[in-house]
């Protein structure tokens, strides 16, 4: 690291909260803030909103996991559809006894069903 005077590293810092400065300036004052010269105490504001800066930064693999908890969610809306399609079907499907037989299908087709019955028989009867 080259030496330079502290009113340097001042104006670096200063750069650097403006975002005007290269990773690699950012690196040196990482150095910097961290060696034996920086203990001075008008770099200690710096070296704890630095800090404080790194630690609350987002990790980079955070995008990464995004799409694995959309899909999460994702998947579990579909089986949530799919359970209330499931339960719709099944309150939609009616029990007759035809000739002694209990017969399982869809409740439309029983009223249809009975429905036609109910004419025909009044159709007979009229005749």
Request: hydrophobic share 40%; charged share 25%; with cysteine.
């Amino acid at each position: 690291m080259k030496q330079h005077d502290l009113s340097y590293w001042e104006a670096l810092a200063e750069r650097y909260f403006l975002a005007e400065t290269t990773e690699k300036e950012e690196a040196q004052l990482r150095k910097f803030l961290c060696s034996s010269e920086a203990q001075d105490s008008r770099f200690d504001e710096i070296r704890a909103t630095m800090s404080y800066l790194q630690v609350s930064r987002p990790k980079k693999d955070v995008s990464v996991k995004l799409p694995l908890k959309t899909i999460a969610v994702a998947a579990c809306l579909f089986i949530a559809m799919f359970l209330g399609w499931y339960q719709y079907q099944q309150y939609n499907i009616s029990s007759v006894r035809v000739a002694g037989e209990d017969i399982e299908t869809d409740a439309s087709i029983v009223m249809q069903k009975q429905m036609a019955e109910m004419f025909n028989s009044l159709d007979l009867n009229d005749r």
